[in-house]
Structure formats: C-alpha cells, structure tokens
C-alpha cells in the first residue's frame, strides 16, 4: 500500500527525532522490497474545480468564509458512503482537501469525481483518504510521550497490572504503537489491552499490517543503515487490536485508563468537538487520561482536569 504522503504543513521534521532509540528493542527488519523509484506527489493539473477552495495546505486556519459554511455536496456524499456525517466537520477544513481528492482521482471538477466513483466504487477509500488528512507519526509531540512514559504509565500502573488504552483517531496505528512500546520498557504491555479506531479502513489495514518505512519508524540515528520497511515486532502487535468506526457515533467500550484523541477534533465544528469530548469524558475509568493534539482545548464544563500539557485526568467519581 502507498505510503500517504503528508501535507507540507505536517511532514516529517528531522528536528523532532525522538531520542528513543527502539531499533533493536521493538523492530524486526523486514526483507528489502525491490528497489522502486521513490514516492512522488501526484502532479497537480491545471484544473478549475467546480467550486472555489483553498490550496490544502493550512488545515488549522480559523477563518471560514460564509461560502464555507455548509459542506461541499460531493463531499457530503463521499463522507455519507462510509456512514460519516459530513455537517460535523468544519466545512473549510473539508473543502481544502477537495482538491487533493480531485488529483487523486484525476478529474477537475467534483461532479466528475462523484461520476468517477460511481463507476468504480473501488475508489472511494482513497478518495476518502485524501480528504480526511491521516499524518501522523511515532512519538508525535515528544513532550507528551516523555510525560506519558516518566508520570502517567508509572503512576496508573502503581495500582494496575497492564493499561486499557484507546487511541481514537489512530490513523495508521503509530499512536497506539508508541504506547504499546513504552509498556513494554515498562514491562506491563503484557497484561495490557489496547485498541486503535479510525474510520478509514486502509488506515485501519495498514495499523493492523504493522509494516511502516525506515523513516517513519522513530528516530532515523535508530537506523545506522536502515531497512527500506520495518516491521512491528509480533509482541506489540499480538496486543494491539485495531477497528473501523466512527467516533462520532460509537466509542468503543468504556473504563479505558487512557483515551489518546489527538489531532481529530481540530478538523469538527465546535457543538461536535463538544459532543466528542463529552462521551471521550465517560468513556474514561474512574482516574483515566484524556491525551488531546497540541492544538486542542478542552471545554470547561467537562469533569477533567489538566494534569500536563495536553493531558487531562477525570475527577468527581
Ligand atoms: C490527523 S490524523 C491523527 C492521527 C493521530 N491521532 C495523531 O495525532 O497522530 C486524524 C485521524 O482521524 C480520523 N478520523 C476523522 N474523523 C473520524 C471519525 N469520525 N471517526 C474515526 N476516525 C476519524 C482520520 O481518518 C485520521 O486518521
């Protein structure tokens, strides 16, 4: 499966390479695939959409023009496929990524892309895959991971045996990986259960596959000579148990002492981003952990409090 490439915005920064060397504890290396000619960008025609959109490049700007206010209906359609509500994404943030859909499927306009998927259903994963952007990365926001793995893991486990952990949202699982990597330095991953949900199903695929590029695998010093491909190793991905759903509509289970939700809520409207937090909020156990993307703030009203930058931990039960 191609590797998403990520909007420029978001890719790899070689100044944030974790300093967690992992190489020879949780990778095995995977045979070379033969060598093919490297990854590039879909080259953008010169094209007119149907419709006036931004360039994708700035998904976290606040400012929606009234023409953005509703959802795009190609959009609403495609998103309605999978059973996702369209009206609880932020239309701008949808309508950016429209014409990244349109490249991928080599059209111009949206009406061409919706009569291009319905001749070839086949399409429609990726075609969602352009427009609900899925970077991210092992480790992402160090910060939060070294405060995970000196505070919260050692503390929740002064009183547990192994962690219930949900990363919503999860992409194509490097997340839940992370996680899963530090209980086992911790030596807990054993007794642990962790789950991975996202609503697309390629993503879900290749978080299951375990099978990521050198590069993506944390910390390029960790690969003096580095394997194209790297796999999971079998312990962590025996742990990890991966699902397709949406979020807006089913958390899994209930009782998880830590729920990662990073990076997800950033592209909804504001009475969703509620909603979500909301039920993210019940889902938690007694003392659990809400871990949020560094660009996420939690409403007031919840029964959380901020224990860490970008971490929160349930009270009054
Ligand atoms: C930017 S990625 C974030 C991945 C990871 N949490 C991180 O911060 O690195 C956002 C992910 O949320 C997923 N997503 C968006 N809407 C969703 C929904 N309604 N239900 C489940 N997943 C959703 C997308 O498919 C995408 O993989």
Known sequence: MPVPVPPQSEQFDSCCIPKYDLSHVFFEGVARPARTSGRTRPVAKKSSPSTSFHKAKDVH???????????????????????????????AALA?????????????TACEAKAALELRPELLGQALNS???????????RPVFDYLRKN??????????????????C???????????????LGALEESELLGMDCRADAID?????????????GLDAFPSPPARSGITQALRDRCRWQVGDLLSDIPG?????ILCRNVAIYLNEPHVVLLWERLTSALGH???????????????LTLVRVAANVYRKTGE
């Open 61 to 91: 700007a606040p400012q929606e023009s009234v023409a953005e206010a509703v959802p795009d209906p190609f959009l609403v359609w495609l998103l309605g496929r999978f059973g996702l509500d369209a009206s609880a994404y932020r239309p």
């Open 287 to 301: 003392d659990g952990a809400l871990v949020v993307g560094k660009a996420e703030k939690l409403p007031p009203s």
């Open 152 to 169: 919260l893991l050692p503390e929740l486990l002064s009183s547990r045996h192994g962690l219930r952990v949900l990363s919503a949202g």
């Open 131 to 141: 427009v609900l952007i899925g970077v991210t990365e092992f480790f992402r926001d």
């Open 206 to 218: 290749r978080a299951r596959a375990g099978i990521f590029h050198a590069r993506e695998a944390a």
């Open 171 to 185: 992409s194509d699982g490097q997340e839940l990986y992370s996680i899963a990597m530090l209980l086992e330095e």
């Open 254 to 258: 209930g009782g998880w002492d830590i």
């Open 96 to 108: 950016r990524r429209l014409p990244s859909c349109l490249r991928q499927l080599r059209v111009t």
